[in-house]
Each structure stands twice: as C-alpha cells, then as structure tokens.
C-alpha cells in the first residue's frame, strides 16, 4: 500500500519569519530558542530543531472540516524551514521516536478509527487503516502533549 506522510504547507507561515517580537506577539504567535534536541518537531520539514535553533510556537487549525472534530493546536515551525516535507511509503524520525495518537478520518472529516502506537509501529498501521475504504487520510499526534504532527494520505 503505497502512502504519502507530508508536512505542513510552508506558504502560511513565510509571512512570520523575521517579524519582531511585537508583531509576533500581535499574532498570537511565540518565538523561542530549541533548548532540548529533540523536543521542538517542526510540522513543516518534519525534523526536530536543533539546540540553538529558533522556532515559532503558534496555534494552528489542522482539521479544518464542518464537523465536530474539527481541530487546532499548538504547532512548531523552524525559521530556517523551507520547504513542506513529503515522505512517500516512509515515516520520518521524528514520528519513529515518539509515543503517537493515530486517527483515520473519512472525506467529509468524521474519525473513523484511532490508535495509541509507539511511533515505530506507524508503518504497520497504516496499511491497517486504509484497510478500510473510507478512510481517505490519516492524522498523527504527538499522544504525551497531543499535538499534532502530520498527515497521512494514499497514494
């Protein structure tokens, strides 16, 4: 079963980078120095910042559907982050190494199934998911602080 992991689109977040503290904040938006490696995954290239590394914190809609799971969260993105990462039939590290909540959505955005994995155990799951024809893509959260981590798709 082939499958595409992809990280958040850049475009919405280009805008941010290099504003000042003031314009961040007028946003809503925070930004910080990566003091842990790793501890600050970027939703964009889907890698983990390094020490020294800036990051924005923000509040990000990443189940913008007309249900009841509709959804936004905290999210990092890493200033120097250029590009969406898309990962076909394989998961990134920074999934592999971490404690995940995986939830399977129909196209209209109703959750169909969901599972608490160790993060080595996604590739096994996805197949399982899709499995099940309805299930038109995935969505993975980091399950200790629940944020959301990145998006599965067929093909």
Known sequence: MDYLVSGL????FLPLFGLDEAE????????????????????????????????????????DVDTPYRAEGPIFVRETARASAQRRNSVPDQQRNRLLSVRSYDAQGWMLDAEVIEGAALEALIP???GDERAAWLHVHNARRGCY????DRG
């Open 9 to 12: 689109a850049i475009e919405p």
């Open 24 to 63: 961040l904040t007028a946003r809503g938006v925070v930004r910080t120095k990566a003091d842990t490696y790793p501890g600050f995954p970027c939703r964009v290239s889907l890698e983990d910042a390094r020490v020294g590394e800036w990051v924005l914190l923000l509040s990000w809609r990443h189940l």
């Open 128 to 130: 399982r998911f899709f």
């Open 149 to 152: 981590a990145c998006r599965v």
